[in-house]
């Protein structure tokens, strides 16, 4: 009755009945008025992203982050800089060079990346914020 296409992105192929069916029940699930579900992980970055950033947003972004993310961000029509892959040292300048400047609304960090993914300095970036008037 579906076919064998329901893991393909909704744009690609369309929607069914049972698209709605699970929204509406993850929605219920978690206790959100609405929910968007994503078949593949490549469209939940893409697709996902610009309805999370927007204007105002700076992105982190790490060099080799995967290809979805990086289309997601283009889509999302966000200010990106990018540092060197697993440079904490580079990301920390990124991020206080970011917040001297003052004009971020939003500051994010992302590191998604399908190769050379190892992150053991990850737990090591503990930097404090503070956002002042």
């Not at 509406?24 to 992203?49: P, S, Y």
């Not at 580079?90 to 590191?111: C, D, F, K, T």
């Amino acid at each position: 009755r579906y076919g064998l296409a329901l893991a393909s992105p909704r744009a690609e192929l369309g929607s069914t009945p049972i698209h709605k069916e699970l929204e509406e029940t993850t929605a219920k699930f978690l206790g959100v008025e609405d929910a968007v579900v994503f078949g593949m992980g490549f469209a939940t970055n893409a697709l996902g992203i610009p309805g999370l950033l927007g204007a105002g947003t700076l992105v982190l972004s790490d060099e080799n982050n995967h290809a979805s993310l990086i289309l997601g961000l283009r889509l999302a029509r966000v200010c990106v800089r990018v540092f060197p892959h697993n440079d904490l040292r580079q990301l920390e300048r990124l991020a206080r060079a970011a917040i001297a400047e003052g004009r971020w609304q939003r500051i994010v960090v992302v590191s998604h990346c399908s190769l050379e993914c190892g992150m053991p300095h990850c737990h090591s970036f503990d930097m404090e914020f503070t956002h002042q008037n």
